[in-house]
C-alpha cells in the first residue's frame, strides 16, 4: 500500500500560481499511473491530470489544459502538478491517487491510494 502525502495548498489570488507536492511513501509508486483529483463542496471528485507509470503520457481535464502540469520524479518518490493562472472556479480540495494501473485513467475508481487533500482557494 501506497502512503500519500499531499502539500503546497493555499490561498492564492486569481491569475497566480500554486505548485502541489504529493510525498510517497511505503510501495514504490513508480510502476503505477499517478494523478490529481479535486472536489469543491457540492461537487463529484474530478480528475484534474494524470501521469503514466514512465511519465511519457499524460491527461488534462478541458478546464485546466493549458494552465496545469503534472510531473513526477521517482528518484524522490513525488509527483507535482504547477498550477498556473488560477481562477476562482479552481478552489477545491485536490487530493492525489496512486493508481491500479500503469496508464493514465480517469475514474475514481482506477486508483487505489489516496492522500488526506490539500486545499486550494483562488479569491476574485
Known amino acids: 500500500q501506497v502512503q500519500l502525502v499531499e502539500s503546497g495548498g493555499g490561498l492564492v489570488q486569481a491569475g497566480g500560481s500554486l505548485r502541489l507536492s504529493c510525498a510517497a511513501s511505503g510501495r514504490t509508486f513508480s510502476s503505477n499511473a499517478m494523478g490529481w483529483f479535486r472536489q469543491a463542496p457540492g461537487k463529484e471528485r474530478e480528475c484534474v491530470a494524470g501521469?503514466?507509470?514512465?511519465?511519457?503520457?499524460?491527461y488534462y481535464a478541458d478546464s485546466v489544459k493549458g494552465r496545469f502540469t503534472i510531473s513526477r520524479d521517482d528518484d524522490e518518490n513525488t509527483v507535482y502538478l504547477q498550477m498556473n493562472s488560477l481562477k476562482p472556479e479552481d478552489t477545491a480540495l485536490y487530493y492525489c491517487a496512486a493508481g491500479r494501473f500503469q496508464w493514465v485513467r480517469t475514474a475514481v475508481r482506477d486508483y487505489r491510494s489516496w492522500g488526506q487533500g490539500t486545499q486550494v482557494t483562488v479569491s476574485s
Open positions: 501521469i503514466s507509470w514512465r511519465g511519457d503520457s499524460t
